[in-house]
């Protein structure tokens, strides 16, 4: 009896500890959620990722290019997630085409000027009508917010014939 008493017990303190890891997570879980939710409501830009930097991989300042014209997203110093995805030091990338007005301080629109790739996309296809067009790329974080400070590449302008 005592031996299976003592195996009872034994068998218990190995139980307890992965309980309470389980109540652990689940309540940093339930923290990490309150504060992501208090982030989204009050538009509280998040930090951005230390010496990160975006910028077009395939395209440069002046290049002529035929539609649809390939984009490809470089990215240094961070990493992509998807959006809704909250992990430190990751975000996603938005196309900005012919100069939109965006504000910093709120989730990015969708729109025809403002490309959203919340998905992870690290390239796209662009179908763009002949002429000048100026293209930037801009990193936000996992509610489409910019970060702070922004994380955005140079601005360039292609031609399309």
């Not at 951005?48 to 984009?71: C, E, H, M, Q, R």
């Not at 997630?81 to 430190?88: D, L, T, Y």
Request: hydrophobic letters at 40%; proline letters at 7%.
């Amino acid at each position: 009896m005592k031996k299976m008493l003592a195996l009872a017990a034994l068998a218990m303190s190995a139980v307890l500890p992965a309980h309470a890891d389980t109540w652990k997570d689940l309540k940093n879980a339930a923290k990490q959620q309150a504060s992501d939710k208090a982030a989204e409501q009050l538009g509280m830009a998040t930090p951005a990722p230390a010496n990160a930097k975006v910028y077009f991989i395939n395209l440069k300042d002046g290049d002529t290019v035929s539609s649809p014209v390939k984009v490809q997203f470089g990215l240094s110093n961070a990493g992509v997630a998807p959006a809704g995805m909250n992990k430190e030091g990751t975000g996603h990338h938005h196309l900005l085409i012919d100069d939109p007005t965006v504000d910093f301080t709120q989730p990015l629109p969708m729109t025809d000027q403002i490309k959203h790739f919340g998905g992870g996309q690290t390239e796209t296809s662009l179908t763009l009508k002949p002429g000048k067009h100026t293209l930037q790329l801009l990193f936000a974080d996992w509610k489409h917010q910019p970060f702070n400070p922004s994380v955005q590449s140079d601005k360039i302008t292609i031609t399309v014939k």
